[in-house]
C-alpha cells in the first residue's frame, strides 16, 4: 500500500511558467513533509520542508502549500528554470516509533528554454 | 551543516561476490541511519533501518544474511551486499539522521552497484 502519492508522474512546462507537483498522504501521524530533488547520476537532495503547524512554506522560487485536513500538499515552483529539470520526491515521517521515512514515486520535472 | 559521506560511489563486483560501502556522518549524529536502494524507476526502497542502541530493523524481502549492517557509533555505519547477483544492481543510498535535532534525512552521494 503506497502511503504517499505523487502526481503527475511527469511534468514539462516552459521557462518562466510556474510548475506545480501535488502530494497526498494516508497515515494522519505524519508530522514532517520534506520535498527532495534529484538530478540525474545524483543523489536525492533536500530542497523544501514543512510541518502541519503551518500550511505554507516559501524558500525563494519554491513554496510548499499544505492542507492538513485533506491530506494533501503541493510544491510550487515559480519562473521555472531549465537547472530546475529534475526527479522531485515527496516524503512524510511521523513519530510513530517507526523512525521511517516514506517517499513517493517522484515527480520528473522538465523545464523547456 | 551537515554532511554524509558515502563510498565508494561506483563499485563492480563479479557475480557472487560481495562488497562493502560505508557511510560517514559529519556535522551532526546519526542516531539513525536508514539504507535504501533506488530502483532504475527511481523508487525508493527501504532496505534496513538502524538506530543507535536499537535492533536493525529489515524491510519484507531484505534479510541481513544478505545485506548486513553495521552502526557502531554516532557517525559511521556500514552495509554489505553478500553474494551479489544481477537483481543487486542499482544505486545504494544511505540516509542519516539526528533524532535530536531536526529530524531531517540527509543522503549520501549513492554507492552505485554494477555486477558482472
Known amino acids: 500500500q503506497q502511503q504517499v502519492r505523487q502526481s503527475p508522474q511527469s511534468l514539462t512546462v516552459w521557462e518562466g511558467e510556474t510548475a506545480i507537483l501535488n502530494c497526498s498522504y494516508e497515515d494522519s501521524t505524519f508530522d514532517y513533509f520534506p520535498w527532495y530533488w534529484q538530478f540525474p547520476r545524483e543523489s536525492p537532495a533536500l530542497l523544501i520542508a514543512i510541518r502541519p503547524v503551518s500550511n505554507k512554506k516559501e524558500d525563494g522560487r519554491f513554496t510548499i502549500f499544505f492542507n492538513k485536513r485533506e491530506k494533501k500538499l503541493s510544491l510550487h515552483i515559480t519562473d521555472s528554470q531549465p537547472g530546475d529539470s529534475a526527479t522531485y520526491f515527496c516524503?512524510?515521517?511521523?513519530?510513530?516509533?517507526?523512525?521511517?521515512?516514506?517517499f513517493g514515486a517522484g515527480t520528473r520535472l522538465k523545464v523547456i528554454a | 551543516g551537515a554532511l554524509v559521506y558515502q563510498y565508494p560511489r561506483r563499485t563492480i563486483c563479479k557475480s557472487g561476490t560481495s562488497m562493502r560501502m560505508e557511510c560517514q556522518a559529519v556535522?551532526?549524529?546519526?542516531?539513525?541511519v536508514a539504507w535504501y536502494r533506488q530502483s532504475p524507476q527511481k523508487t525508493f526502497e527501504l532496505i534496513a533501518l538502524s538506530t543507535v542502541n536499537s535492533a536493525i530493523k529489515y524491510e519484507q524481502n531484505f534479510t541481513q544474511e544478505k545485506f548486513p549492517i553495521s552502526h557502531p557509533n554516532l557517525s559511521f555505519s556500514s552495509m554489505t551486499v553478500l553474494n551479489a547477483y544481477l537483481e543487486d544492481r542499482g544505486l545504494y543510498l544511505c540516509?542519516?539522521?539526528?533524532?535530536?535535532?531536526?529530524?531531517?534525512?540527509?543522503f549520501g552521494a549513492g554507492t552505485r552497484l554494477s555486477v558482472l
Open positions: 540516509g542519516a539522521t539526528d533524532w535530536g535535532g531536526k529530524n531531517t534525512l540527509y
Open positions: 516524503a512524510a515521517w511521523g513519530n510513530t516509533g517507526n523512525y521511517k521515512y516514506v
Open positions: 556535522g551532526f549524529q546519526a542516531t539513525s
